[in-house]
């Protein structure tokens, strides 16, 4: 059972309170982009086997998004943080090198 | 290889079964093969065999990083049905079916395929609806369903409560030459196809990386080392992300875990698979009395093959109510695999962007049944470079907004 703290009320949720929102981080397009770009925006996904970010929602709870950093091949969960970023803040960053080391992923800016 | 018959047992049983011979041998790799194909599930190994059998290229080898089967070929419920809503699905999924009804004969190896006809009950008005667009659909397919209604729901599988206070059951999709068929044998029937032709499957060899020049492929480095190859299928399910990634190209592919349960065998009770899709729970009896359970993915990425245990909860409570009967059986084991899910819920048999590599994935949930038609078509890709069966599902669908939208008919659809 995967267990993640809402970064807003700090309550430790099990997964039955949340709700899965997929991958973190993307780069929306909307009108005026290419074909190319509206593609990789709706359907194309990192799915690593490692490191991922994601945005889940506390639905049973405050009812706010927020963000995890989770391992998609240990389960282990490094950390939570607000919606209101565009890229993982440092402390964040810092705990998944600090874990997985030469750990490498996409340019996030 | 001597071939299998009722005459092989009688003389086996003369001579204390010494004279039987390994089903598939283990070669050391060889330096290079006409074409490669990564993963040993039923999807890969039957892109070989048809490779062999229908294009005459057998200088092929096989590569499994685990063992034969050992991914959700082994691990799934074996529902065998072709009763989709959209064309492209149905010309693959009955190409699949219809060679599963002779397939034992033709590889010489029983897959225990069994017709025994898969219902999907309507227990809302909207599903009514939908799974009757549905036999619709399948009659202009030329794939034989039928609208049923709750009494020959209930004469067909007695144990079902078709008055549950939730769930009525209000009616199902029916098809007749629907069932089961031995998963495992799948994996080994074809498996020993593919070597007695000289093909060479090669267990626990992983693929760690993808090499190629000028933007064609070259071959595959592995734990057994280099290997080069004319052209390479990449078939690895839940790994294709990874595998894609290893060749420089992103899917639209996103992996789960999906789980299902067995209980302790019973006698027989129901001869018929019955899927429950608005509860998602399905169940069928295996041939050793097992009630063989099934329900949804989890709803993240995941590569350990182990679920969420509130999805088993889930399943089992919607289940308790529908078959009554089950709510004092024992459960005896639990398992994952870890399923590849694209946005429309269809496959991906595709070119890449490398050249001479394809991919036959995407296929998530459901996709034992597909495994003959999924071999049969993605060999006609790979050898000719077209196939009728294929030339729907390629990657470029997503860019150019070619759906083969699943989901919205079939919600879980294994
Ligand atoms: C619980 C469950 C229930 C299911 N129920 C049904 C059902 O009732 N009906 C149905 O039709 N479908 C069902 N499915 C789906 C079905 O099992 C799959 O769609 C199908 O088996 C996929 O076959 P495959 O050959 O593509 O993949 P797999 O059988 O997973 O084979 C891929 C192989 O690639 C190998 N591999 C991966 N990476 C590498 C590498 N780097 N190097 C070398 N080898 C590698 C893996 O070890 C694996 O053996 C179910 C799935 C699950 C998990
Ligand atoms: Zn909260």
């Known amino acids: ?109 | 290889m001597s071939r299998y018959s009722v005459f092989a047992v009688a003389r086996e049983a003369f001579r204390d079964h010494q004279g039987w011979t390994r089903a598939w041998s283990s070669p050391e790799p060889k330096r290079k093969y006409d074409v490669i194909i990564i993963g040993a599930g039923g999807h890969g190994l039957a892109t070989a065999y048809y490779l062999g059998k229908n294009h005459g290229i057998r200088n092929v080898a096989i590569l499994e990083k685990g063992w034969l089967g050992g991914g959700n070929t082994g691990r799934n419920t074996t529902i065998i049905r072709s009763n989709y809503l959209q064309d492209p699905s149905a010309a693959i999924y009955e190409k699949a079916r219809s060679l599963y009804e002779d397939l034992s004969q033709d590889l010489n190896y029983n897959v225990m395929f069994s017709p025994r006809g898969v219902m999907m009950l309507a227990q809302t008005e909207h599903e009514i609806r939908g799974y009757k667009r549905t036999a619709h659909a399948n009659a202009l397919q030329g794939v034989k369903t039928e609208y049923i209604g709750p009494e020959r729901v209930k004469q067909l599988c007695p144990i079902m409560e078709i008055r549950g206070p939730r769930y009525p059951v209000l009616g199902a999709l029916w098809q007749s030459r629907g069932g089961t068929a031995r998963h495992d044998a799948v994996a080994w029937g074809y498996a020993r196809k593919c070597s007695e032709m000289g093909m060479d499957v090669i267990q626990q060899c992983e693929v760690t990386g993808v090499r190629s020049e000028g933007g064609k492929v070259v071959g595959v480095s592995t734990s057994r080392g280099d290997i080069d190859c004319d052209k390479l299928g990449v078939v690895v399910a839940g790994h294709s992300g990874h595998l894609a990634d290893m060749a420089g190209f992103r899917l639209p592919i996103e992996s789960v875990a999906l789980q299902a349960l067995v209980s302790e065998p019973i006698k027989p009770c129901m001869d018929v698979v019955v899927m429950a899709n608005t509860v998602h729970g399905y169940m069928s009896q295996s041939d050793k009395g097992e009630m063989v359970i099934g329900g949804g993915t989890d709803g993240y990425n995941n590569y350990t093959q182990r679920g969420s245990f509130h999805h088993i909860e889930e399943t089992v409570r919607a289940l308790v109510e529908t078959f009554p009967m089950i709510s004092r059986l024992k459960m005896l084991r639990k398992w994952g695999g870890i399923v590849d899910v694209t946005g429309d819920r269809s496959p991906i048999l595709s070119k890449t962007p490398l050249e001479n590599c394809f991919i036959n994935c995407g296929w998530g949930t459901g996709g034992f049944k597909a495994i003959p038609g999924s071999g049969w078509g993605m060999a006609e890709l790979m050898a000719t470079g077209h196939s009728p069966l294929t030339e729907s599902f390629g990657l470029e669908r997503f860019k150019e907004g070619r759906f083969i939208d699943e989901s919205v008919a079939a919600g879980v659809a294994h």
């Open chain 1, 1 to 109: 059972m995967l267990i993640l703290t809402c970064p807003y009320c700090g309550v430790a949720c099990d997964e039955t309170e949340l709700s899965a929102g997929g991958e973190a981080h993307l780069t929306r397009h909307g009108p005026g982009s290419s074909d190319g770009e509206f593609e990789d925006y709706l359907f194309m996904r990192e799915n690593p086997r490692g490191v991922h970010f994601e945005r889940w929602r506390h639905v049973y709870g405050c009812g706010k998004w927020f963000h995890a950093a989770r391992s998609t091949a240990t389960l282990e969960v490094f950390g939570t943080y607000s919606a209101q970023v565009l890229i993982p803040p440092d402390d964040i960053r810092a705990a998944v090198s600090a874990k997985v080391p030469g750990w490498q992923w996409r340019d996030l800016t």
